[in-house]
């Protein structure tokens, strides 16, 4: 059965997969889910749509120190529906006590803290849909099924063949993501990626948050 989304690297010079990005960032549900909505979260003024304020990382090389790697998630004509980003967090790394448990440490493995976007098919503010340029309303409300299941999927095995050939010594490579509690649907995506939950809630941004794991 052929997969419906590829991944690819980003378009940093395309202003509707710049506003894609950025309709994503704005969405109310995608503040929400993550955290950093509030009250007045929107465009505002002197912002647009078409200025890349997310990181656009297209990199292909894998340096033991890199801040981050990410992949633009396509349809099969390969406009831009979602994105999986890969990086190294120092404010929020993976909790020591997980580390110590799991045998695994900077020294032994590449650790990435894992995030991840889609463009959703509703919901979208009127302050935001007359802000589009490039992006046709219907875009906004076709619904897709999979995108970050499949996205995530093929993004961790991209990943992972790049790992293997830079690090053929080394023996793990460690995915976690903090998600809040009641985000159901990204903790759906994460069992459907192998993750598995670890029993106690931590801190993120002095928010209590589940850890999710994933050793490649």
């Not at 010079?13 to 710049?18: A, K, N, Q, S, Y």
């Not at 580390?99 to 590449?110: A, F, I, P, Y």
């Amino acid at each position: 059965m052929q997969n419906s989304y590829i991944v690819r690297g980003f378009r940093p010079h395309d202003p509707g997969e710049i506003e894609r990005i950025n309709l994503m960032y704005y969405h109310p549900e995608v503040a929400k889910a993550k955290g950093y909505h509030t009250k007045n979260f929107g465009l505002r003024p002197g912002e647009s749509l078409h200025q890349a304020y997310e990181p656009l990382d297209d990199s292909r090389l894998l340096k033991r120190r890199q801040a981050s790697i990410s992949f633009a998630v396509a349809d099969r004509r390969s406009r831009l529906v979602g994105w999986v980003w890969f990086y190294h967090d120092s404010r929020h790394p993976l909790p020591k006590m997980i580390q110590r448990k799991l045998g695994v440490s900077e020294h032994n493995s590449l650790i990435y803290q894992v995030s991840y976007e889609k463009l959703l098919s509703n919901g979208w503010p009127k302050s935001l849909l007359s802000a589009l340029v490039y992006t046709p309303v219907s875009e906004l409300t076709k619904e897709r099924k999979g995108v970050i299941v499949s996205g995530l999927s093929m993004s961790i095995e991209r990943l992972s063949r790049r790992y293997r050939r830079r690090y053929v010594r080394k023996t793990n490579l460690v995915l976690y993501a903090y998600v809040l509690p009641d985000n159901i649907a990204s903790q759906k995506v994460l069992i459907a990626n192998e993750f598995f939950k670890v029993d106690r809630l931590y801190k993120y941004e002095k928010v209590l948050h589940q850890v999710w794991v994933r050793i490649v």
